[in-house]
């Protein structure tokens, strides 16, 4: 990465070309296909067969990386290699199919390791944002663990590890704020493909192998990673940076200035809006946990198929936006943005289980300055209106049409100039879907309030709290049956990483809640118990 | 009886009346000169009146880019060493709101004052 001369222009020019060496954090989720297998006697036919859904790990991801890129007007091209320590783990249950006993079968997949070699082609949307796509060839390692429990006695418990090959693609965006380092965002898909057919040797209670095995296939080691990195790039083709000419490299100021408020409070949205003719891109990442687990009594006629579906209660959404933010007027704001959700289920009361990843939605944003907060209030309100189409249910991850109405009256003021803010939100959100394959439509309402405080402890870094307050009603758009209620509360986080870059995180846990017709203390049937959000700002 | 007709006397007049103060409102316009020199604004305080369309005009005299910002203003905009640029303001109300030189923000300072 170079900057040319800053004496010859004044703006001076920017390339992405040179060397590179970096580190990334990030997650990722399995995308398997179901597993299959079956039961012989010795030197008999198949006496039973099972399939159950793939134990699609998941967890959290790191490593290294290092490239090189050359820029050739606005387009990038470049090679990059990386390599990833992962704790991608996953378990399934299932129970198969037997002339003689119904066995139980288990299993626990690992990704414990990965490695990418791959090409870079991207386009520079601004001097020091690029947008790419990647792909390549993808090598790693991992295994799993396979128990077969026979209602007759015999079981067993088998291990595969191996070192696979197979193929990566994704995409991104990089943004360089500061003269050598750079910040990037991106999206992987890694297929390392099937572990072959297994089979193993089964035991009788008395220890002895008397010549029965089990088998199993379909693991599939392929999964989506989602990372964030940072870049060093060595200053290799071209003269020191500019020093104090560069001037969209310049630190904000250190001194405690106005601030804009609309992202600040993590749940809860703040009034402003950006400048006239602003244009940004966020990225949000939202992840909601924990859901109400399958209730089993011993005497549910049901109990062995619930009990197939594991015991856990395990409720995980992760969905990710992308979003185009342009403020036409110094009163008005529209963004545009799409939506992809994971869901992973299991054994939770009211949901099936599953394992999915799919389009959530389109939705277009509205945001109205009915009061700007300055020197002439001192309050802001804006209007926000946000339709939404969704594709599928943000809970269940069943397919389905929607279309809702997410609006909001947002208040904010500065408690403490430039130091202290406080908002506020009323939240109205009807709501029509219809599942796929339904001809019902279902109407539903949500009711909110939010707030949050915020304080800024340096000019760049703010910390605060907020709670929000919901409702969940049905059969109508307007307060009809009251479904459940449910109180959140937690901290956020907001911090400046340039003058045009900012990322904004929040974590709630709900304390307090009921659901309708339940003793319970917490609504876990309409809400779910913790919700986290992550977001990076760009301006360009 | 009386005392509603005069309430839809009045809800009818209203938006007249309304108009009526938007299109003098309009009529006037107000022009706002400032210069940039050594990353600096010159004057860095510079008054006009309030509920009018405010036209600022901007002279960039450092070889150097400038980025002319306010958030309360709402606006933002790139000028290139040596030259300058014109930004219309919506009509405000009175107080004091700050602007500044985004790549110089600790010395372009100044305040637009509305009366």
């Known amino acids: 990465m170079k900057v040319a001369s800053a004496s010859a222009e004044p703006v001076p020019e920017f390339t992405w070309s040179g060397f590179y060496v970096g580190a990334n954090f990030g997650g990722g989720f399995g995308s398997g296909s179901g597993l299959y297998g079956f039961g012989t006697d010795a030197f008999l036919a198949p006496n039973a067969f099972w399939a159950f859904p793939g134990a699609n790990p998941g967890g959290v991801l790191g490593g290294l990386q290092a490239g090189h890129l050359w820029q050739f007007d606005r387009f990038v091209v470049g090679v990059e290699a990386d390599m990833q320590a992962a704790g991608l783990t996953g378990s399934s249950k299932g129970v198969g199919a037997s002339f003689v006993a119904l066995p139980f079968l288990a299993t626990h997949q690992s990704i414990d390791w990965f490695g990418t070699i791959r090409g870079r082609i991207g386009y520079a949307v601004a001097p020091t944002l690029l947008m790419y796509g990647s792909g390549g060839f993808a090598y790693g390692g991992g295994g799993y663990e396979f128990s077969f429990f026979g209602g007759d006695g015999l079981s067993g418990v088998g291990f595969h590890e191996s070192t696979r090959t197979g193929w990566a693609a994704g995409a991104g965006i990089e943004w360089a704020f500061l003269p050598d380092w750079s910040a990037k965002f ?355 | 009886m009386k005392a509603m007709q005069r309430v839809c006397l009045g809800v009818l007049l209203a938006p007249g009346v309304w108009f009526g103060f938007q299109a003098s409102a309009f009529a006037q316009e107000a022009t706002v000169n400032l210069s940039i020199k050594d990353h600096r604004f010159q004057p860095s305080e510079v008054r006009a009146p309030a509920n009018t369309p405010i036209t600022i005009l901007v002279r960039n005299l450092d070889p150097t880019p400038e980025e002319f910002e306010s958030k309360t203003l709402r606006v933002e905009k790139i000028i290139a060493g040596g030259g300058s640029t014109t930004l219309r303001i919506r009509p405000l109300g009175a107080g004091r709101y700050r602007f500044f030189g985004d790549y110089h923000e600790d010395t372009a300072e100044g305040y637009l004052v509305i009366e």
């Open chain 1, 186 to 540: 991106e999206y992987l898909y890694v297929d390392l493909g099937r572990t072959p057919h297994n089979a193993f040797a089964l035991v009788d209670s008395g220890g002895d192998t008397p010549g029965n095995a089990a088998a199993l296939s379909g693991a599939h080691n392929r999964f989506h990673a989602v990372r964030a990195g940072v870049n060093y790039h060595f200053n290799v083709s071209g003269p020191d940076f500019g020093g104090s000419s560069v001037s969209y490299y310049h630190p904000a100021s250190d001194k405690f200035h106005e601030i804009e408020t609309h992202y600040i409070f993590g749940f809860t949205e703040g009034a402003d809006i950006d400048a006239e003719g602003e244009k940004e891109l966020e990225l949000i990442t939202r992840v909601d946990q924990g859901r109400r687990r399958l209730s089993v009594a011993p005497d549910d006629p049901d109990a062995l198929a619930k009990l197939s579906q594991g015991i856990q209660g395990d409720y995980r959404a992760i969905s990710q936006k992308v979003e185009f933010e342009h403020t036409l007027t110094q009163n008005f704001q529209y963004a545009l943005g799409v939506t992809g959700i994971n869901h992973r289920i299991r054994g939770v009361e009211g949901l099936d289980d599953l394992t999915n990843t799919s389009l959530l939605g389109l939705s277009g944003e509205m945001r109205y300055v009915l009061l700007g907060r300055g020197p002439e209030s001192p309050v802001g309100v804006t209007l926000q209106v946000e339709p939404e189409w969704g594709h599928v249910s943000p809970t269940s991850g069943h397919q389905e049409t929607a279309f809702e109405v997410e609006s909001k009256l947002i208040v904010d003021t500065e408690l403490i100039p430039n130091r202290l803010y406080g908002a506020i939100n009323l939240v109205y959100e009807p709501e029509v879907s219809r599942g796929l394959g339904e001809q019902k439509w279902m109407r539903e309402s949500t009711f909110g309030a939010t707030g949050g405080l915020t304080y800024r402890i340096t000019p760049q870094l703010a910390l605060g709290a907020g709670v929000q307050y919901y409702r969940a009603h049905s059969e109508g758009y307007w307060f009809n049956k009251l479904e459940g209620q449910a109180l959140f509360a937690g901290p956020t986080l907001y911090m400046r990483l340039d003058r045009k870059i900012f990322v904004s995180a929040a974590f709630s846990a709900q304390v307090r809640g009921h659901a309708a017709g339940e003793t319970h203390s917490l609504d876990l049937a309409n809400f779910n118990r913790y919700m986290g959000r992550l977001q990076f700002g760009i301006e360009f």
